[in-house]
Each structure stands twice: as C-alpha cells, then as structure tokens.
C-alpha cells in the first residue's frame, strides 16, 4: 500500500492536508512506529515527505459500506461520506454530513444492510446541558434508543438519548484501570451510566469504587450496570458532586473526573477529598500544544485548597473538534 511517512509531531497537519486534497486512503488503518506515522494515500503525489510501501490492514465496514454506496451516491456525495459511526451494542449513531441530508435514510439502510450486527441506525446530535446528553433522529431499523454493550469485560446497558456515553473512550478507561492498585478507594466524579465504575471494579482490586451522577436516567443505568455485572465492590449515589461528596466523610486514593471544559469548576471538591498520593485524572478539551493551560488551571485550584501537586503525565485521549483534543491531566497531591 503506498504511503506517505511523516514524523509524529507533523501527523495532524499532514492528515489535515491529505484530506483536504482527497489524497488519504480511509479504507485503510494507518501505521505507527516510535518516530512516523504512514498514511495510506490514494495516488503518487509531490511532497516534501517520502512516499514508502507498507502493508496495511484494511477497514471492513468502511469498505463495505464506501462501496456499497458507490452505486447510490453520485460521485460529489461521496466525497462528504463519513463513514466512522459509534456503534453501541446493536445501535450505530452516524455523522451525516448537512450535504448528504437528503440521502441520509438511504445511507443508514445501507449501514443496516453491510453490517449485521446493527439492528438501529440513528442521526448523531450535538451534546448538550448539564447531563451532556444528545438528541438522536431515528433513521433506520428497530425503533428505540436503549443499547446494550460490551468492553473491557463488563455489560453495559443504558438509553443513548438519555444518558451520556461514548463507546471510543473504552482504551481511555482501559488506560485508567490499568493504573489502579489493589486495595484503592476509588472516586469516580460524573459517573454517568457508570462506564468508569463498573471497568475499574471488574478489572482491578480496588478496595472501593464510588460514583456520583447527576441524571436520574444515567444514575437508573448505573445501578442496573452494577447489579448486571455482579460488583459488590461499588456504590453509586444520584446528586451532584457539590452536594454528595462532602457528605461521604471520606479520602479518596484516585479520584477520575470526567466532565472536560467544566471539571475545573468541581476541583475545589476533588481537592477537599484528596489526601498525601491521591492521584487525580482531569480531564479537559484544548488545543495541541495549550495543555500547559489546563496544568495552570490546576496549580492555582490547587494553590488555593493549600495543597500542592505533581503533574505526572498529560495525555492525548481524544478529538472534540477538528482542531480540539480531550486531554487527561493526571496528577499527585504532595
Ligand atoms: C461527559 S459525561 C461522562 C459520563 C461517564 N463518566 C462516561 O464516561 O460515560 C459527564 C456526566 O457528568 C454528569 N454531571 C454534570 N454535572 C454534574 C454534577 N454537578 N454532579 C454530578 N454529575 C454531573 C452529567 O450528567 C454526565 O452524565
């Protein structure tokens, strides 16, 4: 497969450019090694970067999916497809693209049609309010929002119009749990239908996990999700953080808070939970290259609780928007 093999800390830019002249191959994986990322490409072009054969893994559903609407799209459609769609369980929620509005009943049957496992196809929607949730147009298949899946070993089911979950934070959550230590009291800020919750106590020997939610509906799920997958090690409280966590007269070893943008509003609570080691996971949206900004935030919220940290880490977890990354901010209390 020809490729074009850039270095790490130009691959956004690059990728941008590829997309922008048609010239990434999105029917294949990329590949990756310590210094470069190859991009599959479609054709020989001029650049600055070299060009290299590798051999790439293909993507299934893409490519049935690309394909199987090249006969029902018209070429200068087709360029607007986007074909990566979160699936949660029997559920695919698609990005339709205001270019393809008009087709887009017969891009989510075509969804039902190469992918057998998906029962539902719905319009993804803009997260929205204080629950974070997003409302979904029904497209295609069997009518309802309820979904159950599977990651990191645990069941989940939960109403993806009424609860906030995003199926491409399950590596996150396995980068999480793979950090906790047996016999930790948890705290899971945000707990949502309890994603974070249920992974952390199926997969670790934490001593505790707590979770805090503020939706009834997510807060409903949570407690179906952990009778579901048998944790005896949990507790999971509907309030908000402000008010609940005080009330639990307790220190916390980790504390994870899942709420980029606004987390910062809720530090000052974390903080008064913390003690000498806790490790805190803050998460944040920014820019490449503005992180310092989140890691400012947190020294002077810790500044003014009289604690003082250590930041241990800053990593990449995610895109919000094109140019907007979510970044997790993992840091000790001194
Ligand atoms: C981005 S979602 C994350 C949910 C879950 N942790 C997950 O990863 O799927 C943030 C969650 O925080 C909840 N939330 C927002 N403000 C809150 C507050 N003050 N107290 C408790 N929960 C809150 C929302 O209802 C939403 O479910």
Do not use: W
Request: net charge positive; charged share 35%.
């Amino acid at each position: 497969m020809l490729c074009i093999k850039v270095p790490l800390r130009e691959a956004e830019k690059v990728k941008n450019e590829l997309i922008k002249k048609d010239l990434l191959d999105k029917d294949h994986y990329l590949k990756k090694d310590k210094e470069f990322v190859y991009f599959p490409v479609k054709k020989r072009f001029k650049s600055e970067y070299k060009l290299v054969h590798k051999i790439l893994k293909k993507k299934k559903t893409r490519t049935n999916l690309r394909s199987a609407l090249t006969k029902k799209l018209r070429k200068k459609d087709l360029v607007f497809l986007r074909t990566s769609m979160d699936v949660i369980g029997n559920v695919a929620i698609l990005e339709i693209p205001k270019e393809l509005e008009k087709k887009e009943k017969l891009i989510a049957k075509e969804v039902l049609r190469t992918n057998k496992n998906i029962r539902t196809v719905l319009k993804k929607g803009k997260h929205e309010g204080v629950f974070r949730t997003q409302k979904l147009k029904y497209l295609a298949g069997e009518k309802t929002t309820e979904a159950v899946y599977k990651e990191n070993n645990v069941i989940l089911r939960l109403d993806v119009e009424k609860v906030y979950f995003s199926p491409r934070l399950s590596n996150e959550r396995k980068r999480v749990y793979k950090q906790v230590r047996k016999g930790e009291d948890v705290l899971v800020m945000f707990s949502g239908c309890a994603p974070y919750v249920c992974v952390i106590a199926k997969n670790t020997e934490a001593k505790h996990v707590t979770g805090v939610e503020i939706n009834p509906e997510a807060h409903n799920y949570a407690l179906q999700n952990v009778l579901l997958n048998k944790l005896n090690n949990t507790s999971v409280f509907l309030g908000d953080v402000r008010s609940i966590i005080p009330k639990l007269n307790k220190k916390f070893d980790r504390i994870i808070m899942p709420l980029p943008r606004s987390a910062i509003h809720y530090l000052d609570v974390a903080l008064k939970v913390s003690r000498k080691g806790t490790v805190i996971h803050f998460y944040d949206f920014q820019k490449e290259g503005e992180t310092n900004k989140s890691v400012e935030k947190i020294k002077k919220a810790c500044r003014d609780a009289k604690k003082k940290c250590r930041v241990l880490r800053v990593v990449k977890c995610g895109q919000a928007a094109p140019r907007e990354f979510r970044f997790c901010i993992e840091f000790m209390i001194l």
